[in-house]
């Protein structure tokens, strides 16, 4: 009897270990159930980094809203940020279809780089044609296959199914980036209880990614709603932190 139990025991363990350590693969196109999350509107974030006892540091403002151009639907994401330090000065905008983040069309423009627009297709990001003065108008990248935009990340992460232990792997590119377009895991490691600065607390999910070894960041979202809190992350000497200031 007792080893049919220990049999039975050993059985149920590996059972549930198998469940918990599943990886799901969202692909672009892939219908995001969550997608209500989105958090419509304008939001402010504080964005900082520290190394060497240097401390840089930028106020951006992210809004989003749902677009009608020429009959079709689409999510546009303005983010523009402003700081002392003109290399964290600057602003873009983005449209991706709405209900599954596919990347249509981004332009963004800093002090250091100017203009640069970029097209997604199915195959291939390129060089926005329409875009005057675009300093990436010569641009072109193969795909294998479509690939989300790292620059709305935060907008993004919100929309996957968070719970104790989740697991997704998602394609992710900087537009422009020299590194290529690559599959990076999100796993939703624990929750939180949060003070926040104006005495609220906030229930929150942790979701934690090392981007392929060599970041290591965890971000904090409600478990009401999945909106984005902060960000806390390690490169090499480097501190980056993103904060949501709330009223």
């Known amino acids: ?14 059972i549930s270990s198998l469940h918990a350590q599943k990886v799901d693969t969202i692909r672009v196109g892939h219908r995001f ?12 974030d504080l964005v900082y980094n520290e190394a060497n006892g240097r401390l840089n540091a930028s106020i951006k403002t992210r809004t989003t809203e749902m677009v009608n151009i020429n009959g079709k639907e689409y999510v546009r994401i303005r983010h523009e940020w402003n700081s002392p330090n003109q290399q964290w000065v ?7 279809e709405p209900y599954t983040m596919k990347p249509v069309q981004h332009i963004r423009y800093t002090k250091t780089q100017g203009k640069e627009a970029f097209s997604f297709e199915a195959n ?3 060089g926005l044609d329409s875009a005057l003065d675009n300093k990436q108008a010569d641009f072109e990248l193969a795909l294998t296959e479509g690939t989300y935009n790292w620059e709305v990340d935060l907008e993004t992460y919100s929309l996957i199914p968070m719970s104790e232990g989740k697991k997704v792997v998602m394609n992710f590119y900087h537009p422009g980036g020299q590194t290529p377009p690559d599959f990076y895991t999100l796993e939703v490691e624990g929750s939180e209880k949060l003070k926040l600065a104006n005495g609220k607390t906030m229930d929150c999910w942790i979701i934690y990614t090392d981007y392929r070894g ?10 009401r709603g999945q909106n984005f ?11 980056i932190r993103k904060v949501r200031l709330y009223e």
């Open 124 to 126: 291939q990001v390129t």
């Open 1 to 14: 009897m007792k080893l049919i139990k220990t049999i039975t025991l050993l059985f149920i363990l590996t």
């Open 33 to 44: 159930k969550q997608f209500k999350n989105l958090e419509m509107g304008t939001v402010t």
């Open 229 to 239: 809190v902060k960000m806390e992350s390690q490169y090499n000497q480097m501190k």
């Open 90 to 96: 600057g602003h873009f905008e983005y449209f991706c």
């Open 214 to 223: 060599t970041q290591p960041t965890r971000f904090w979202y409600t478990k």
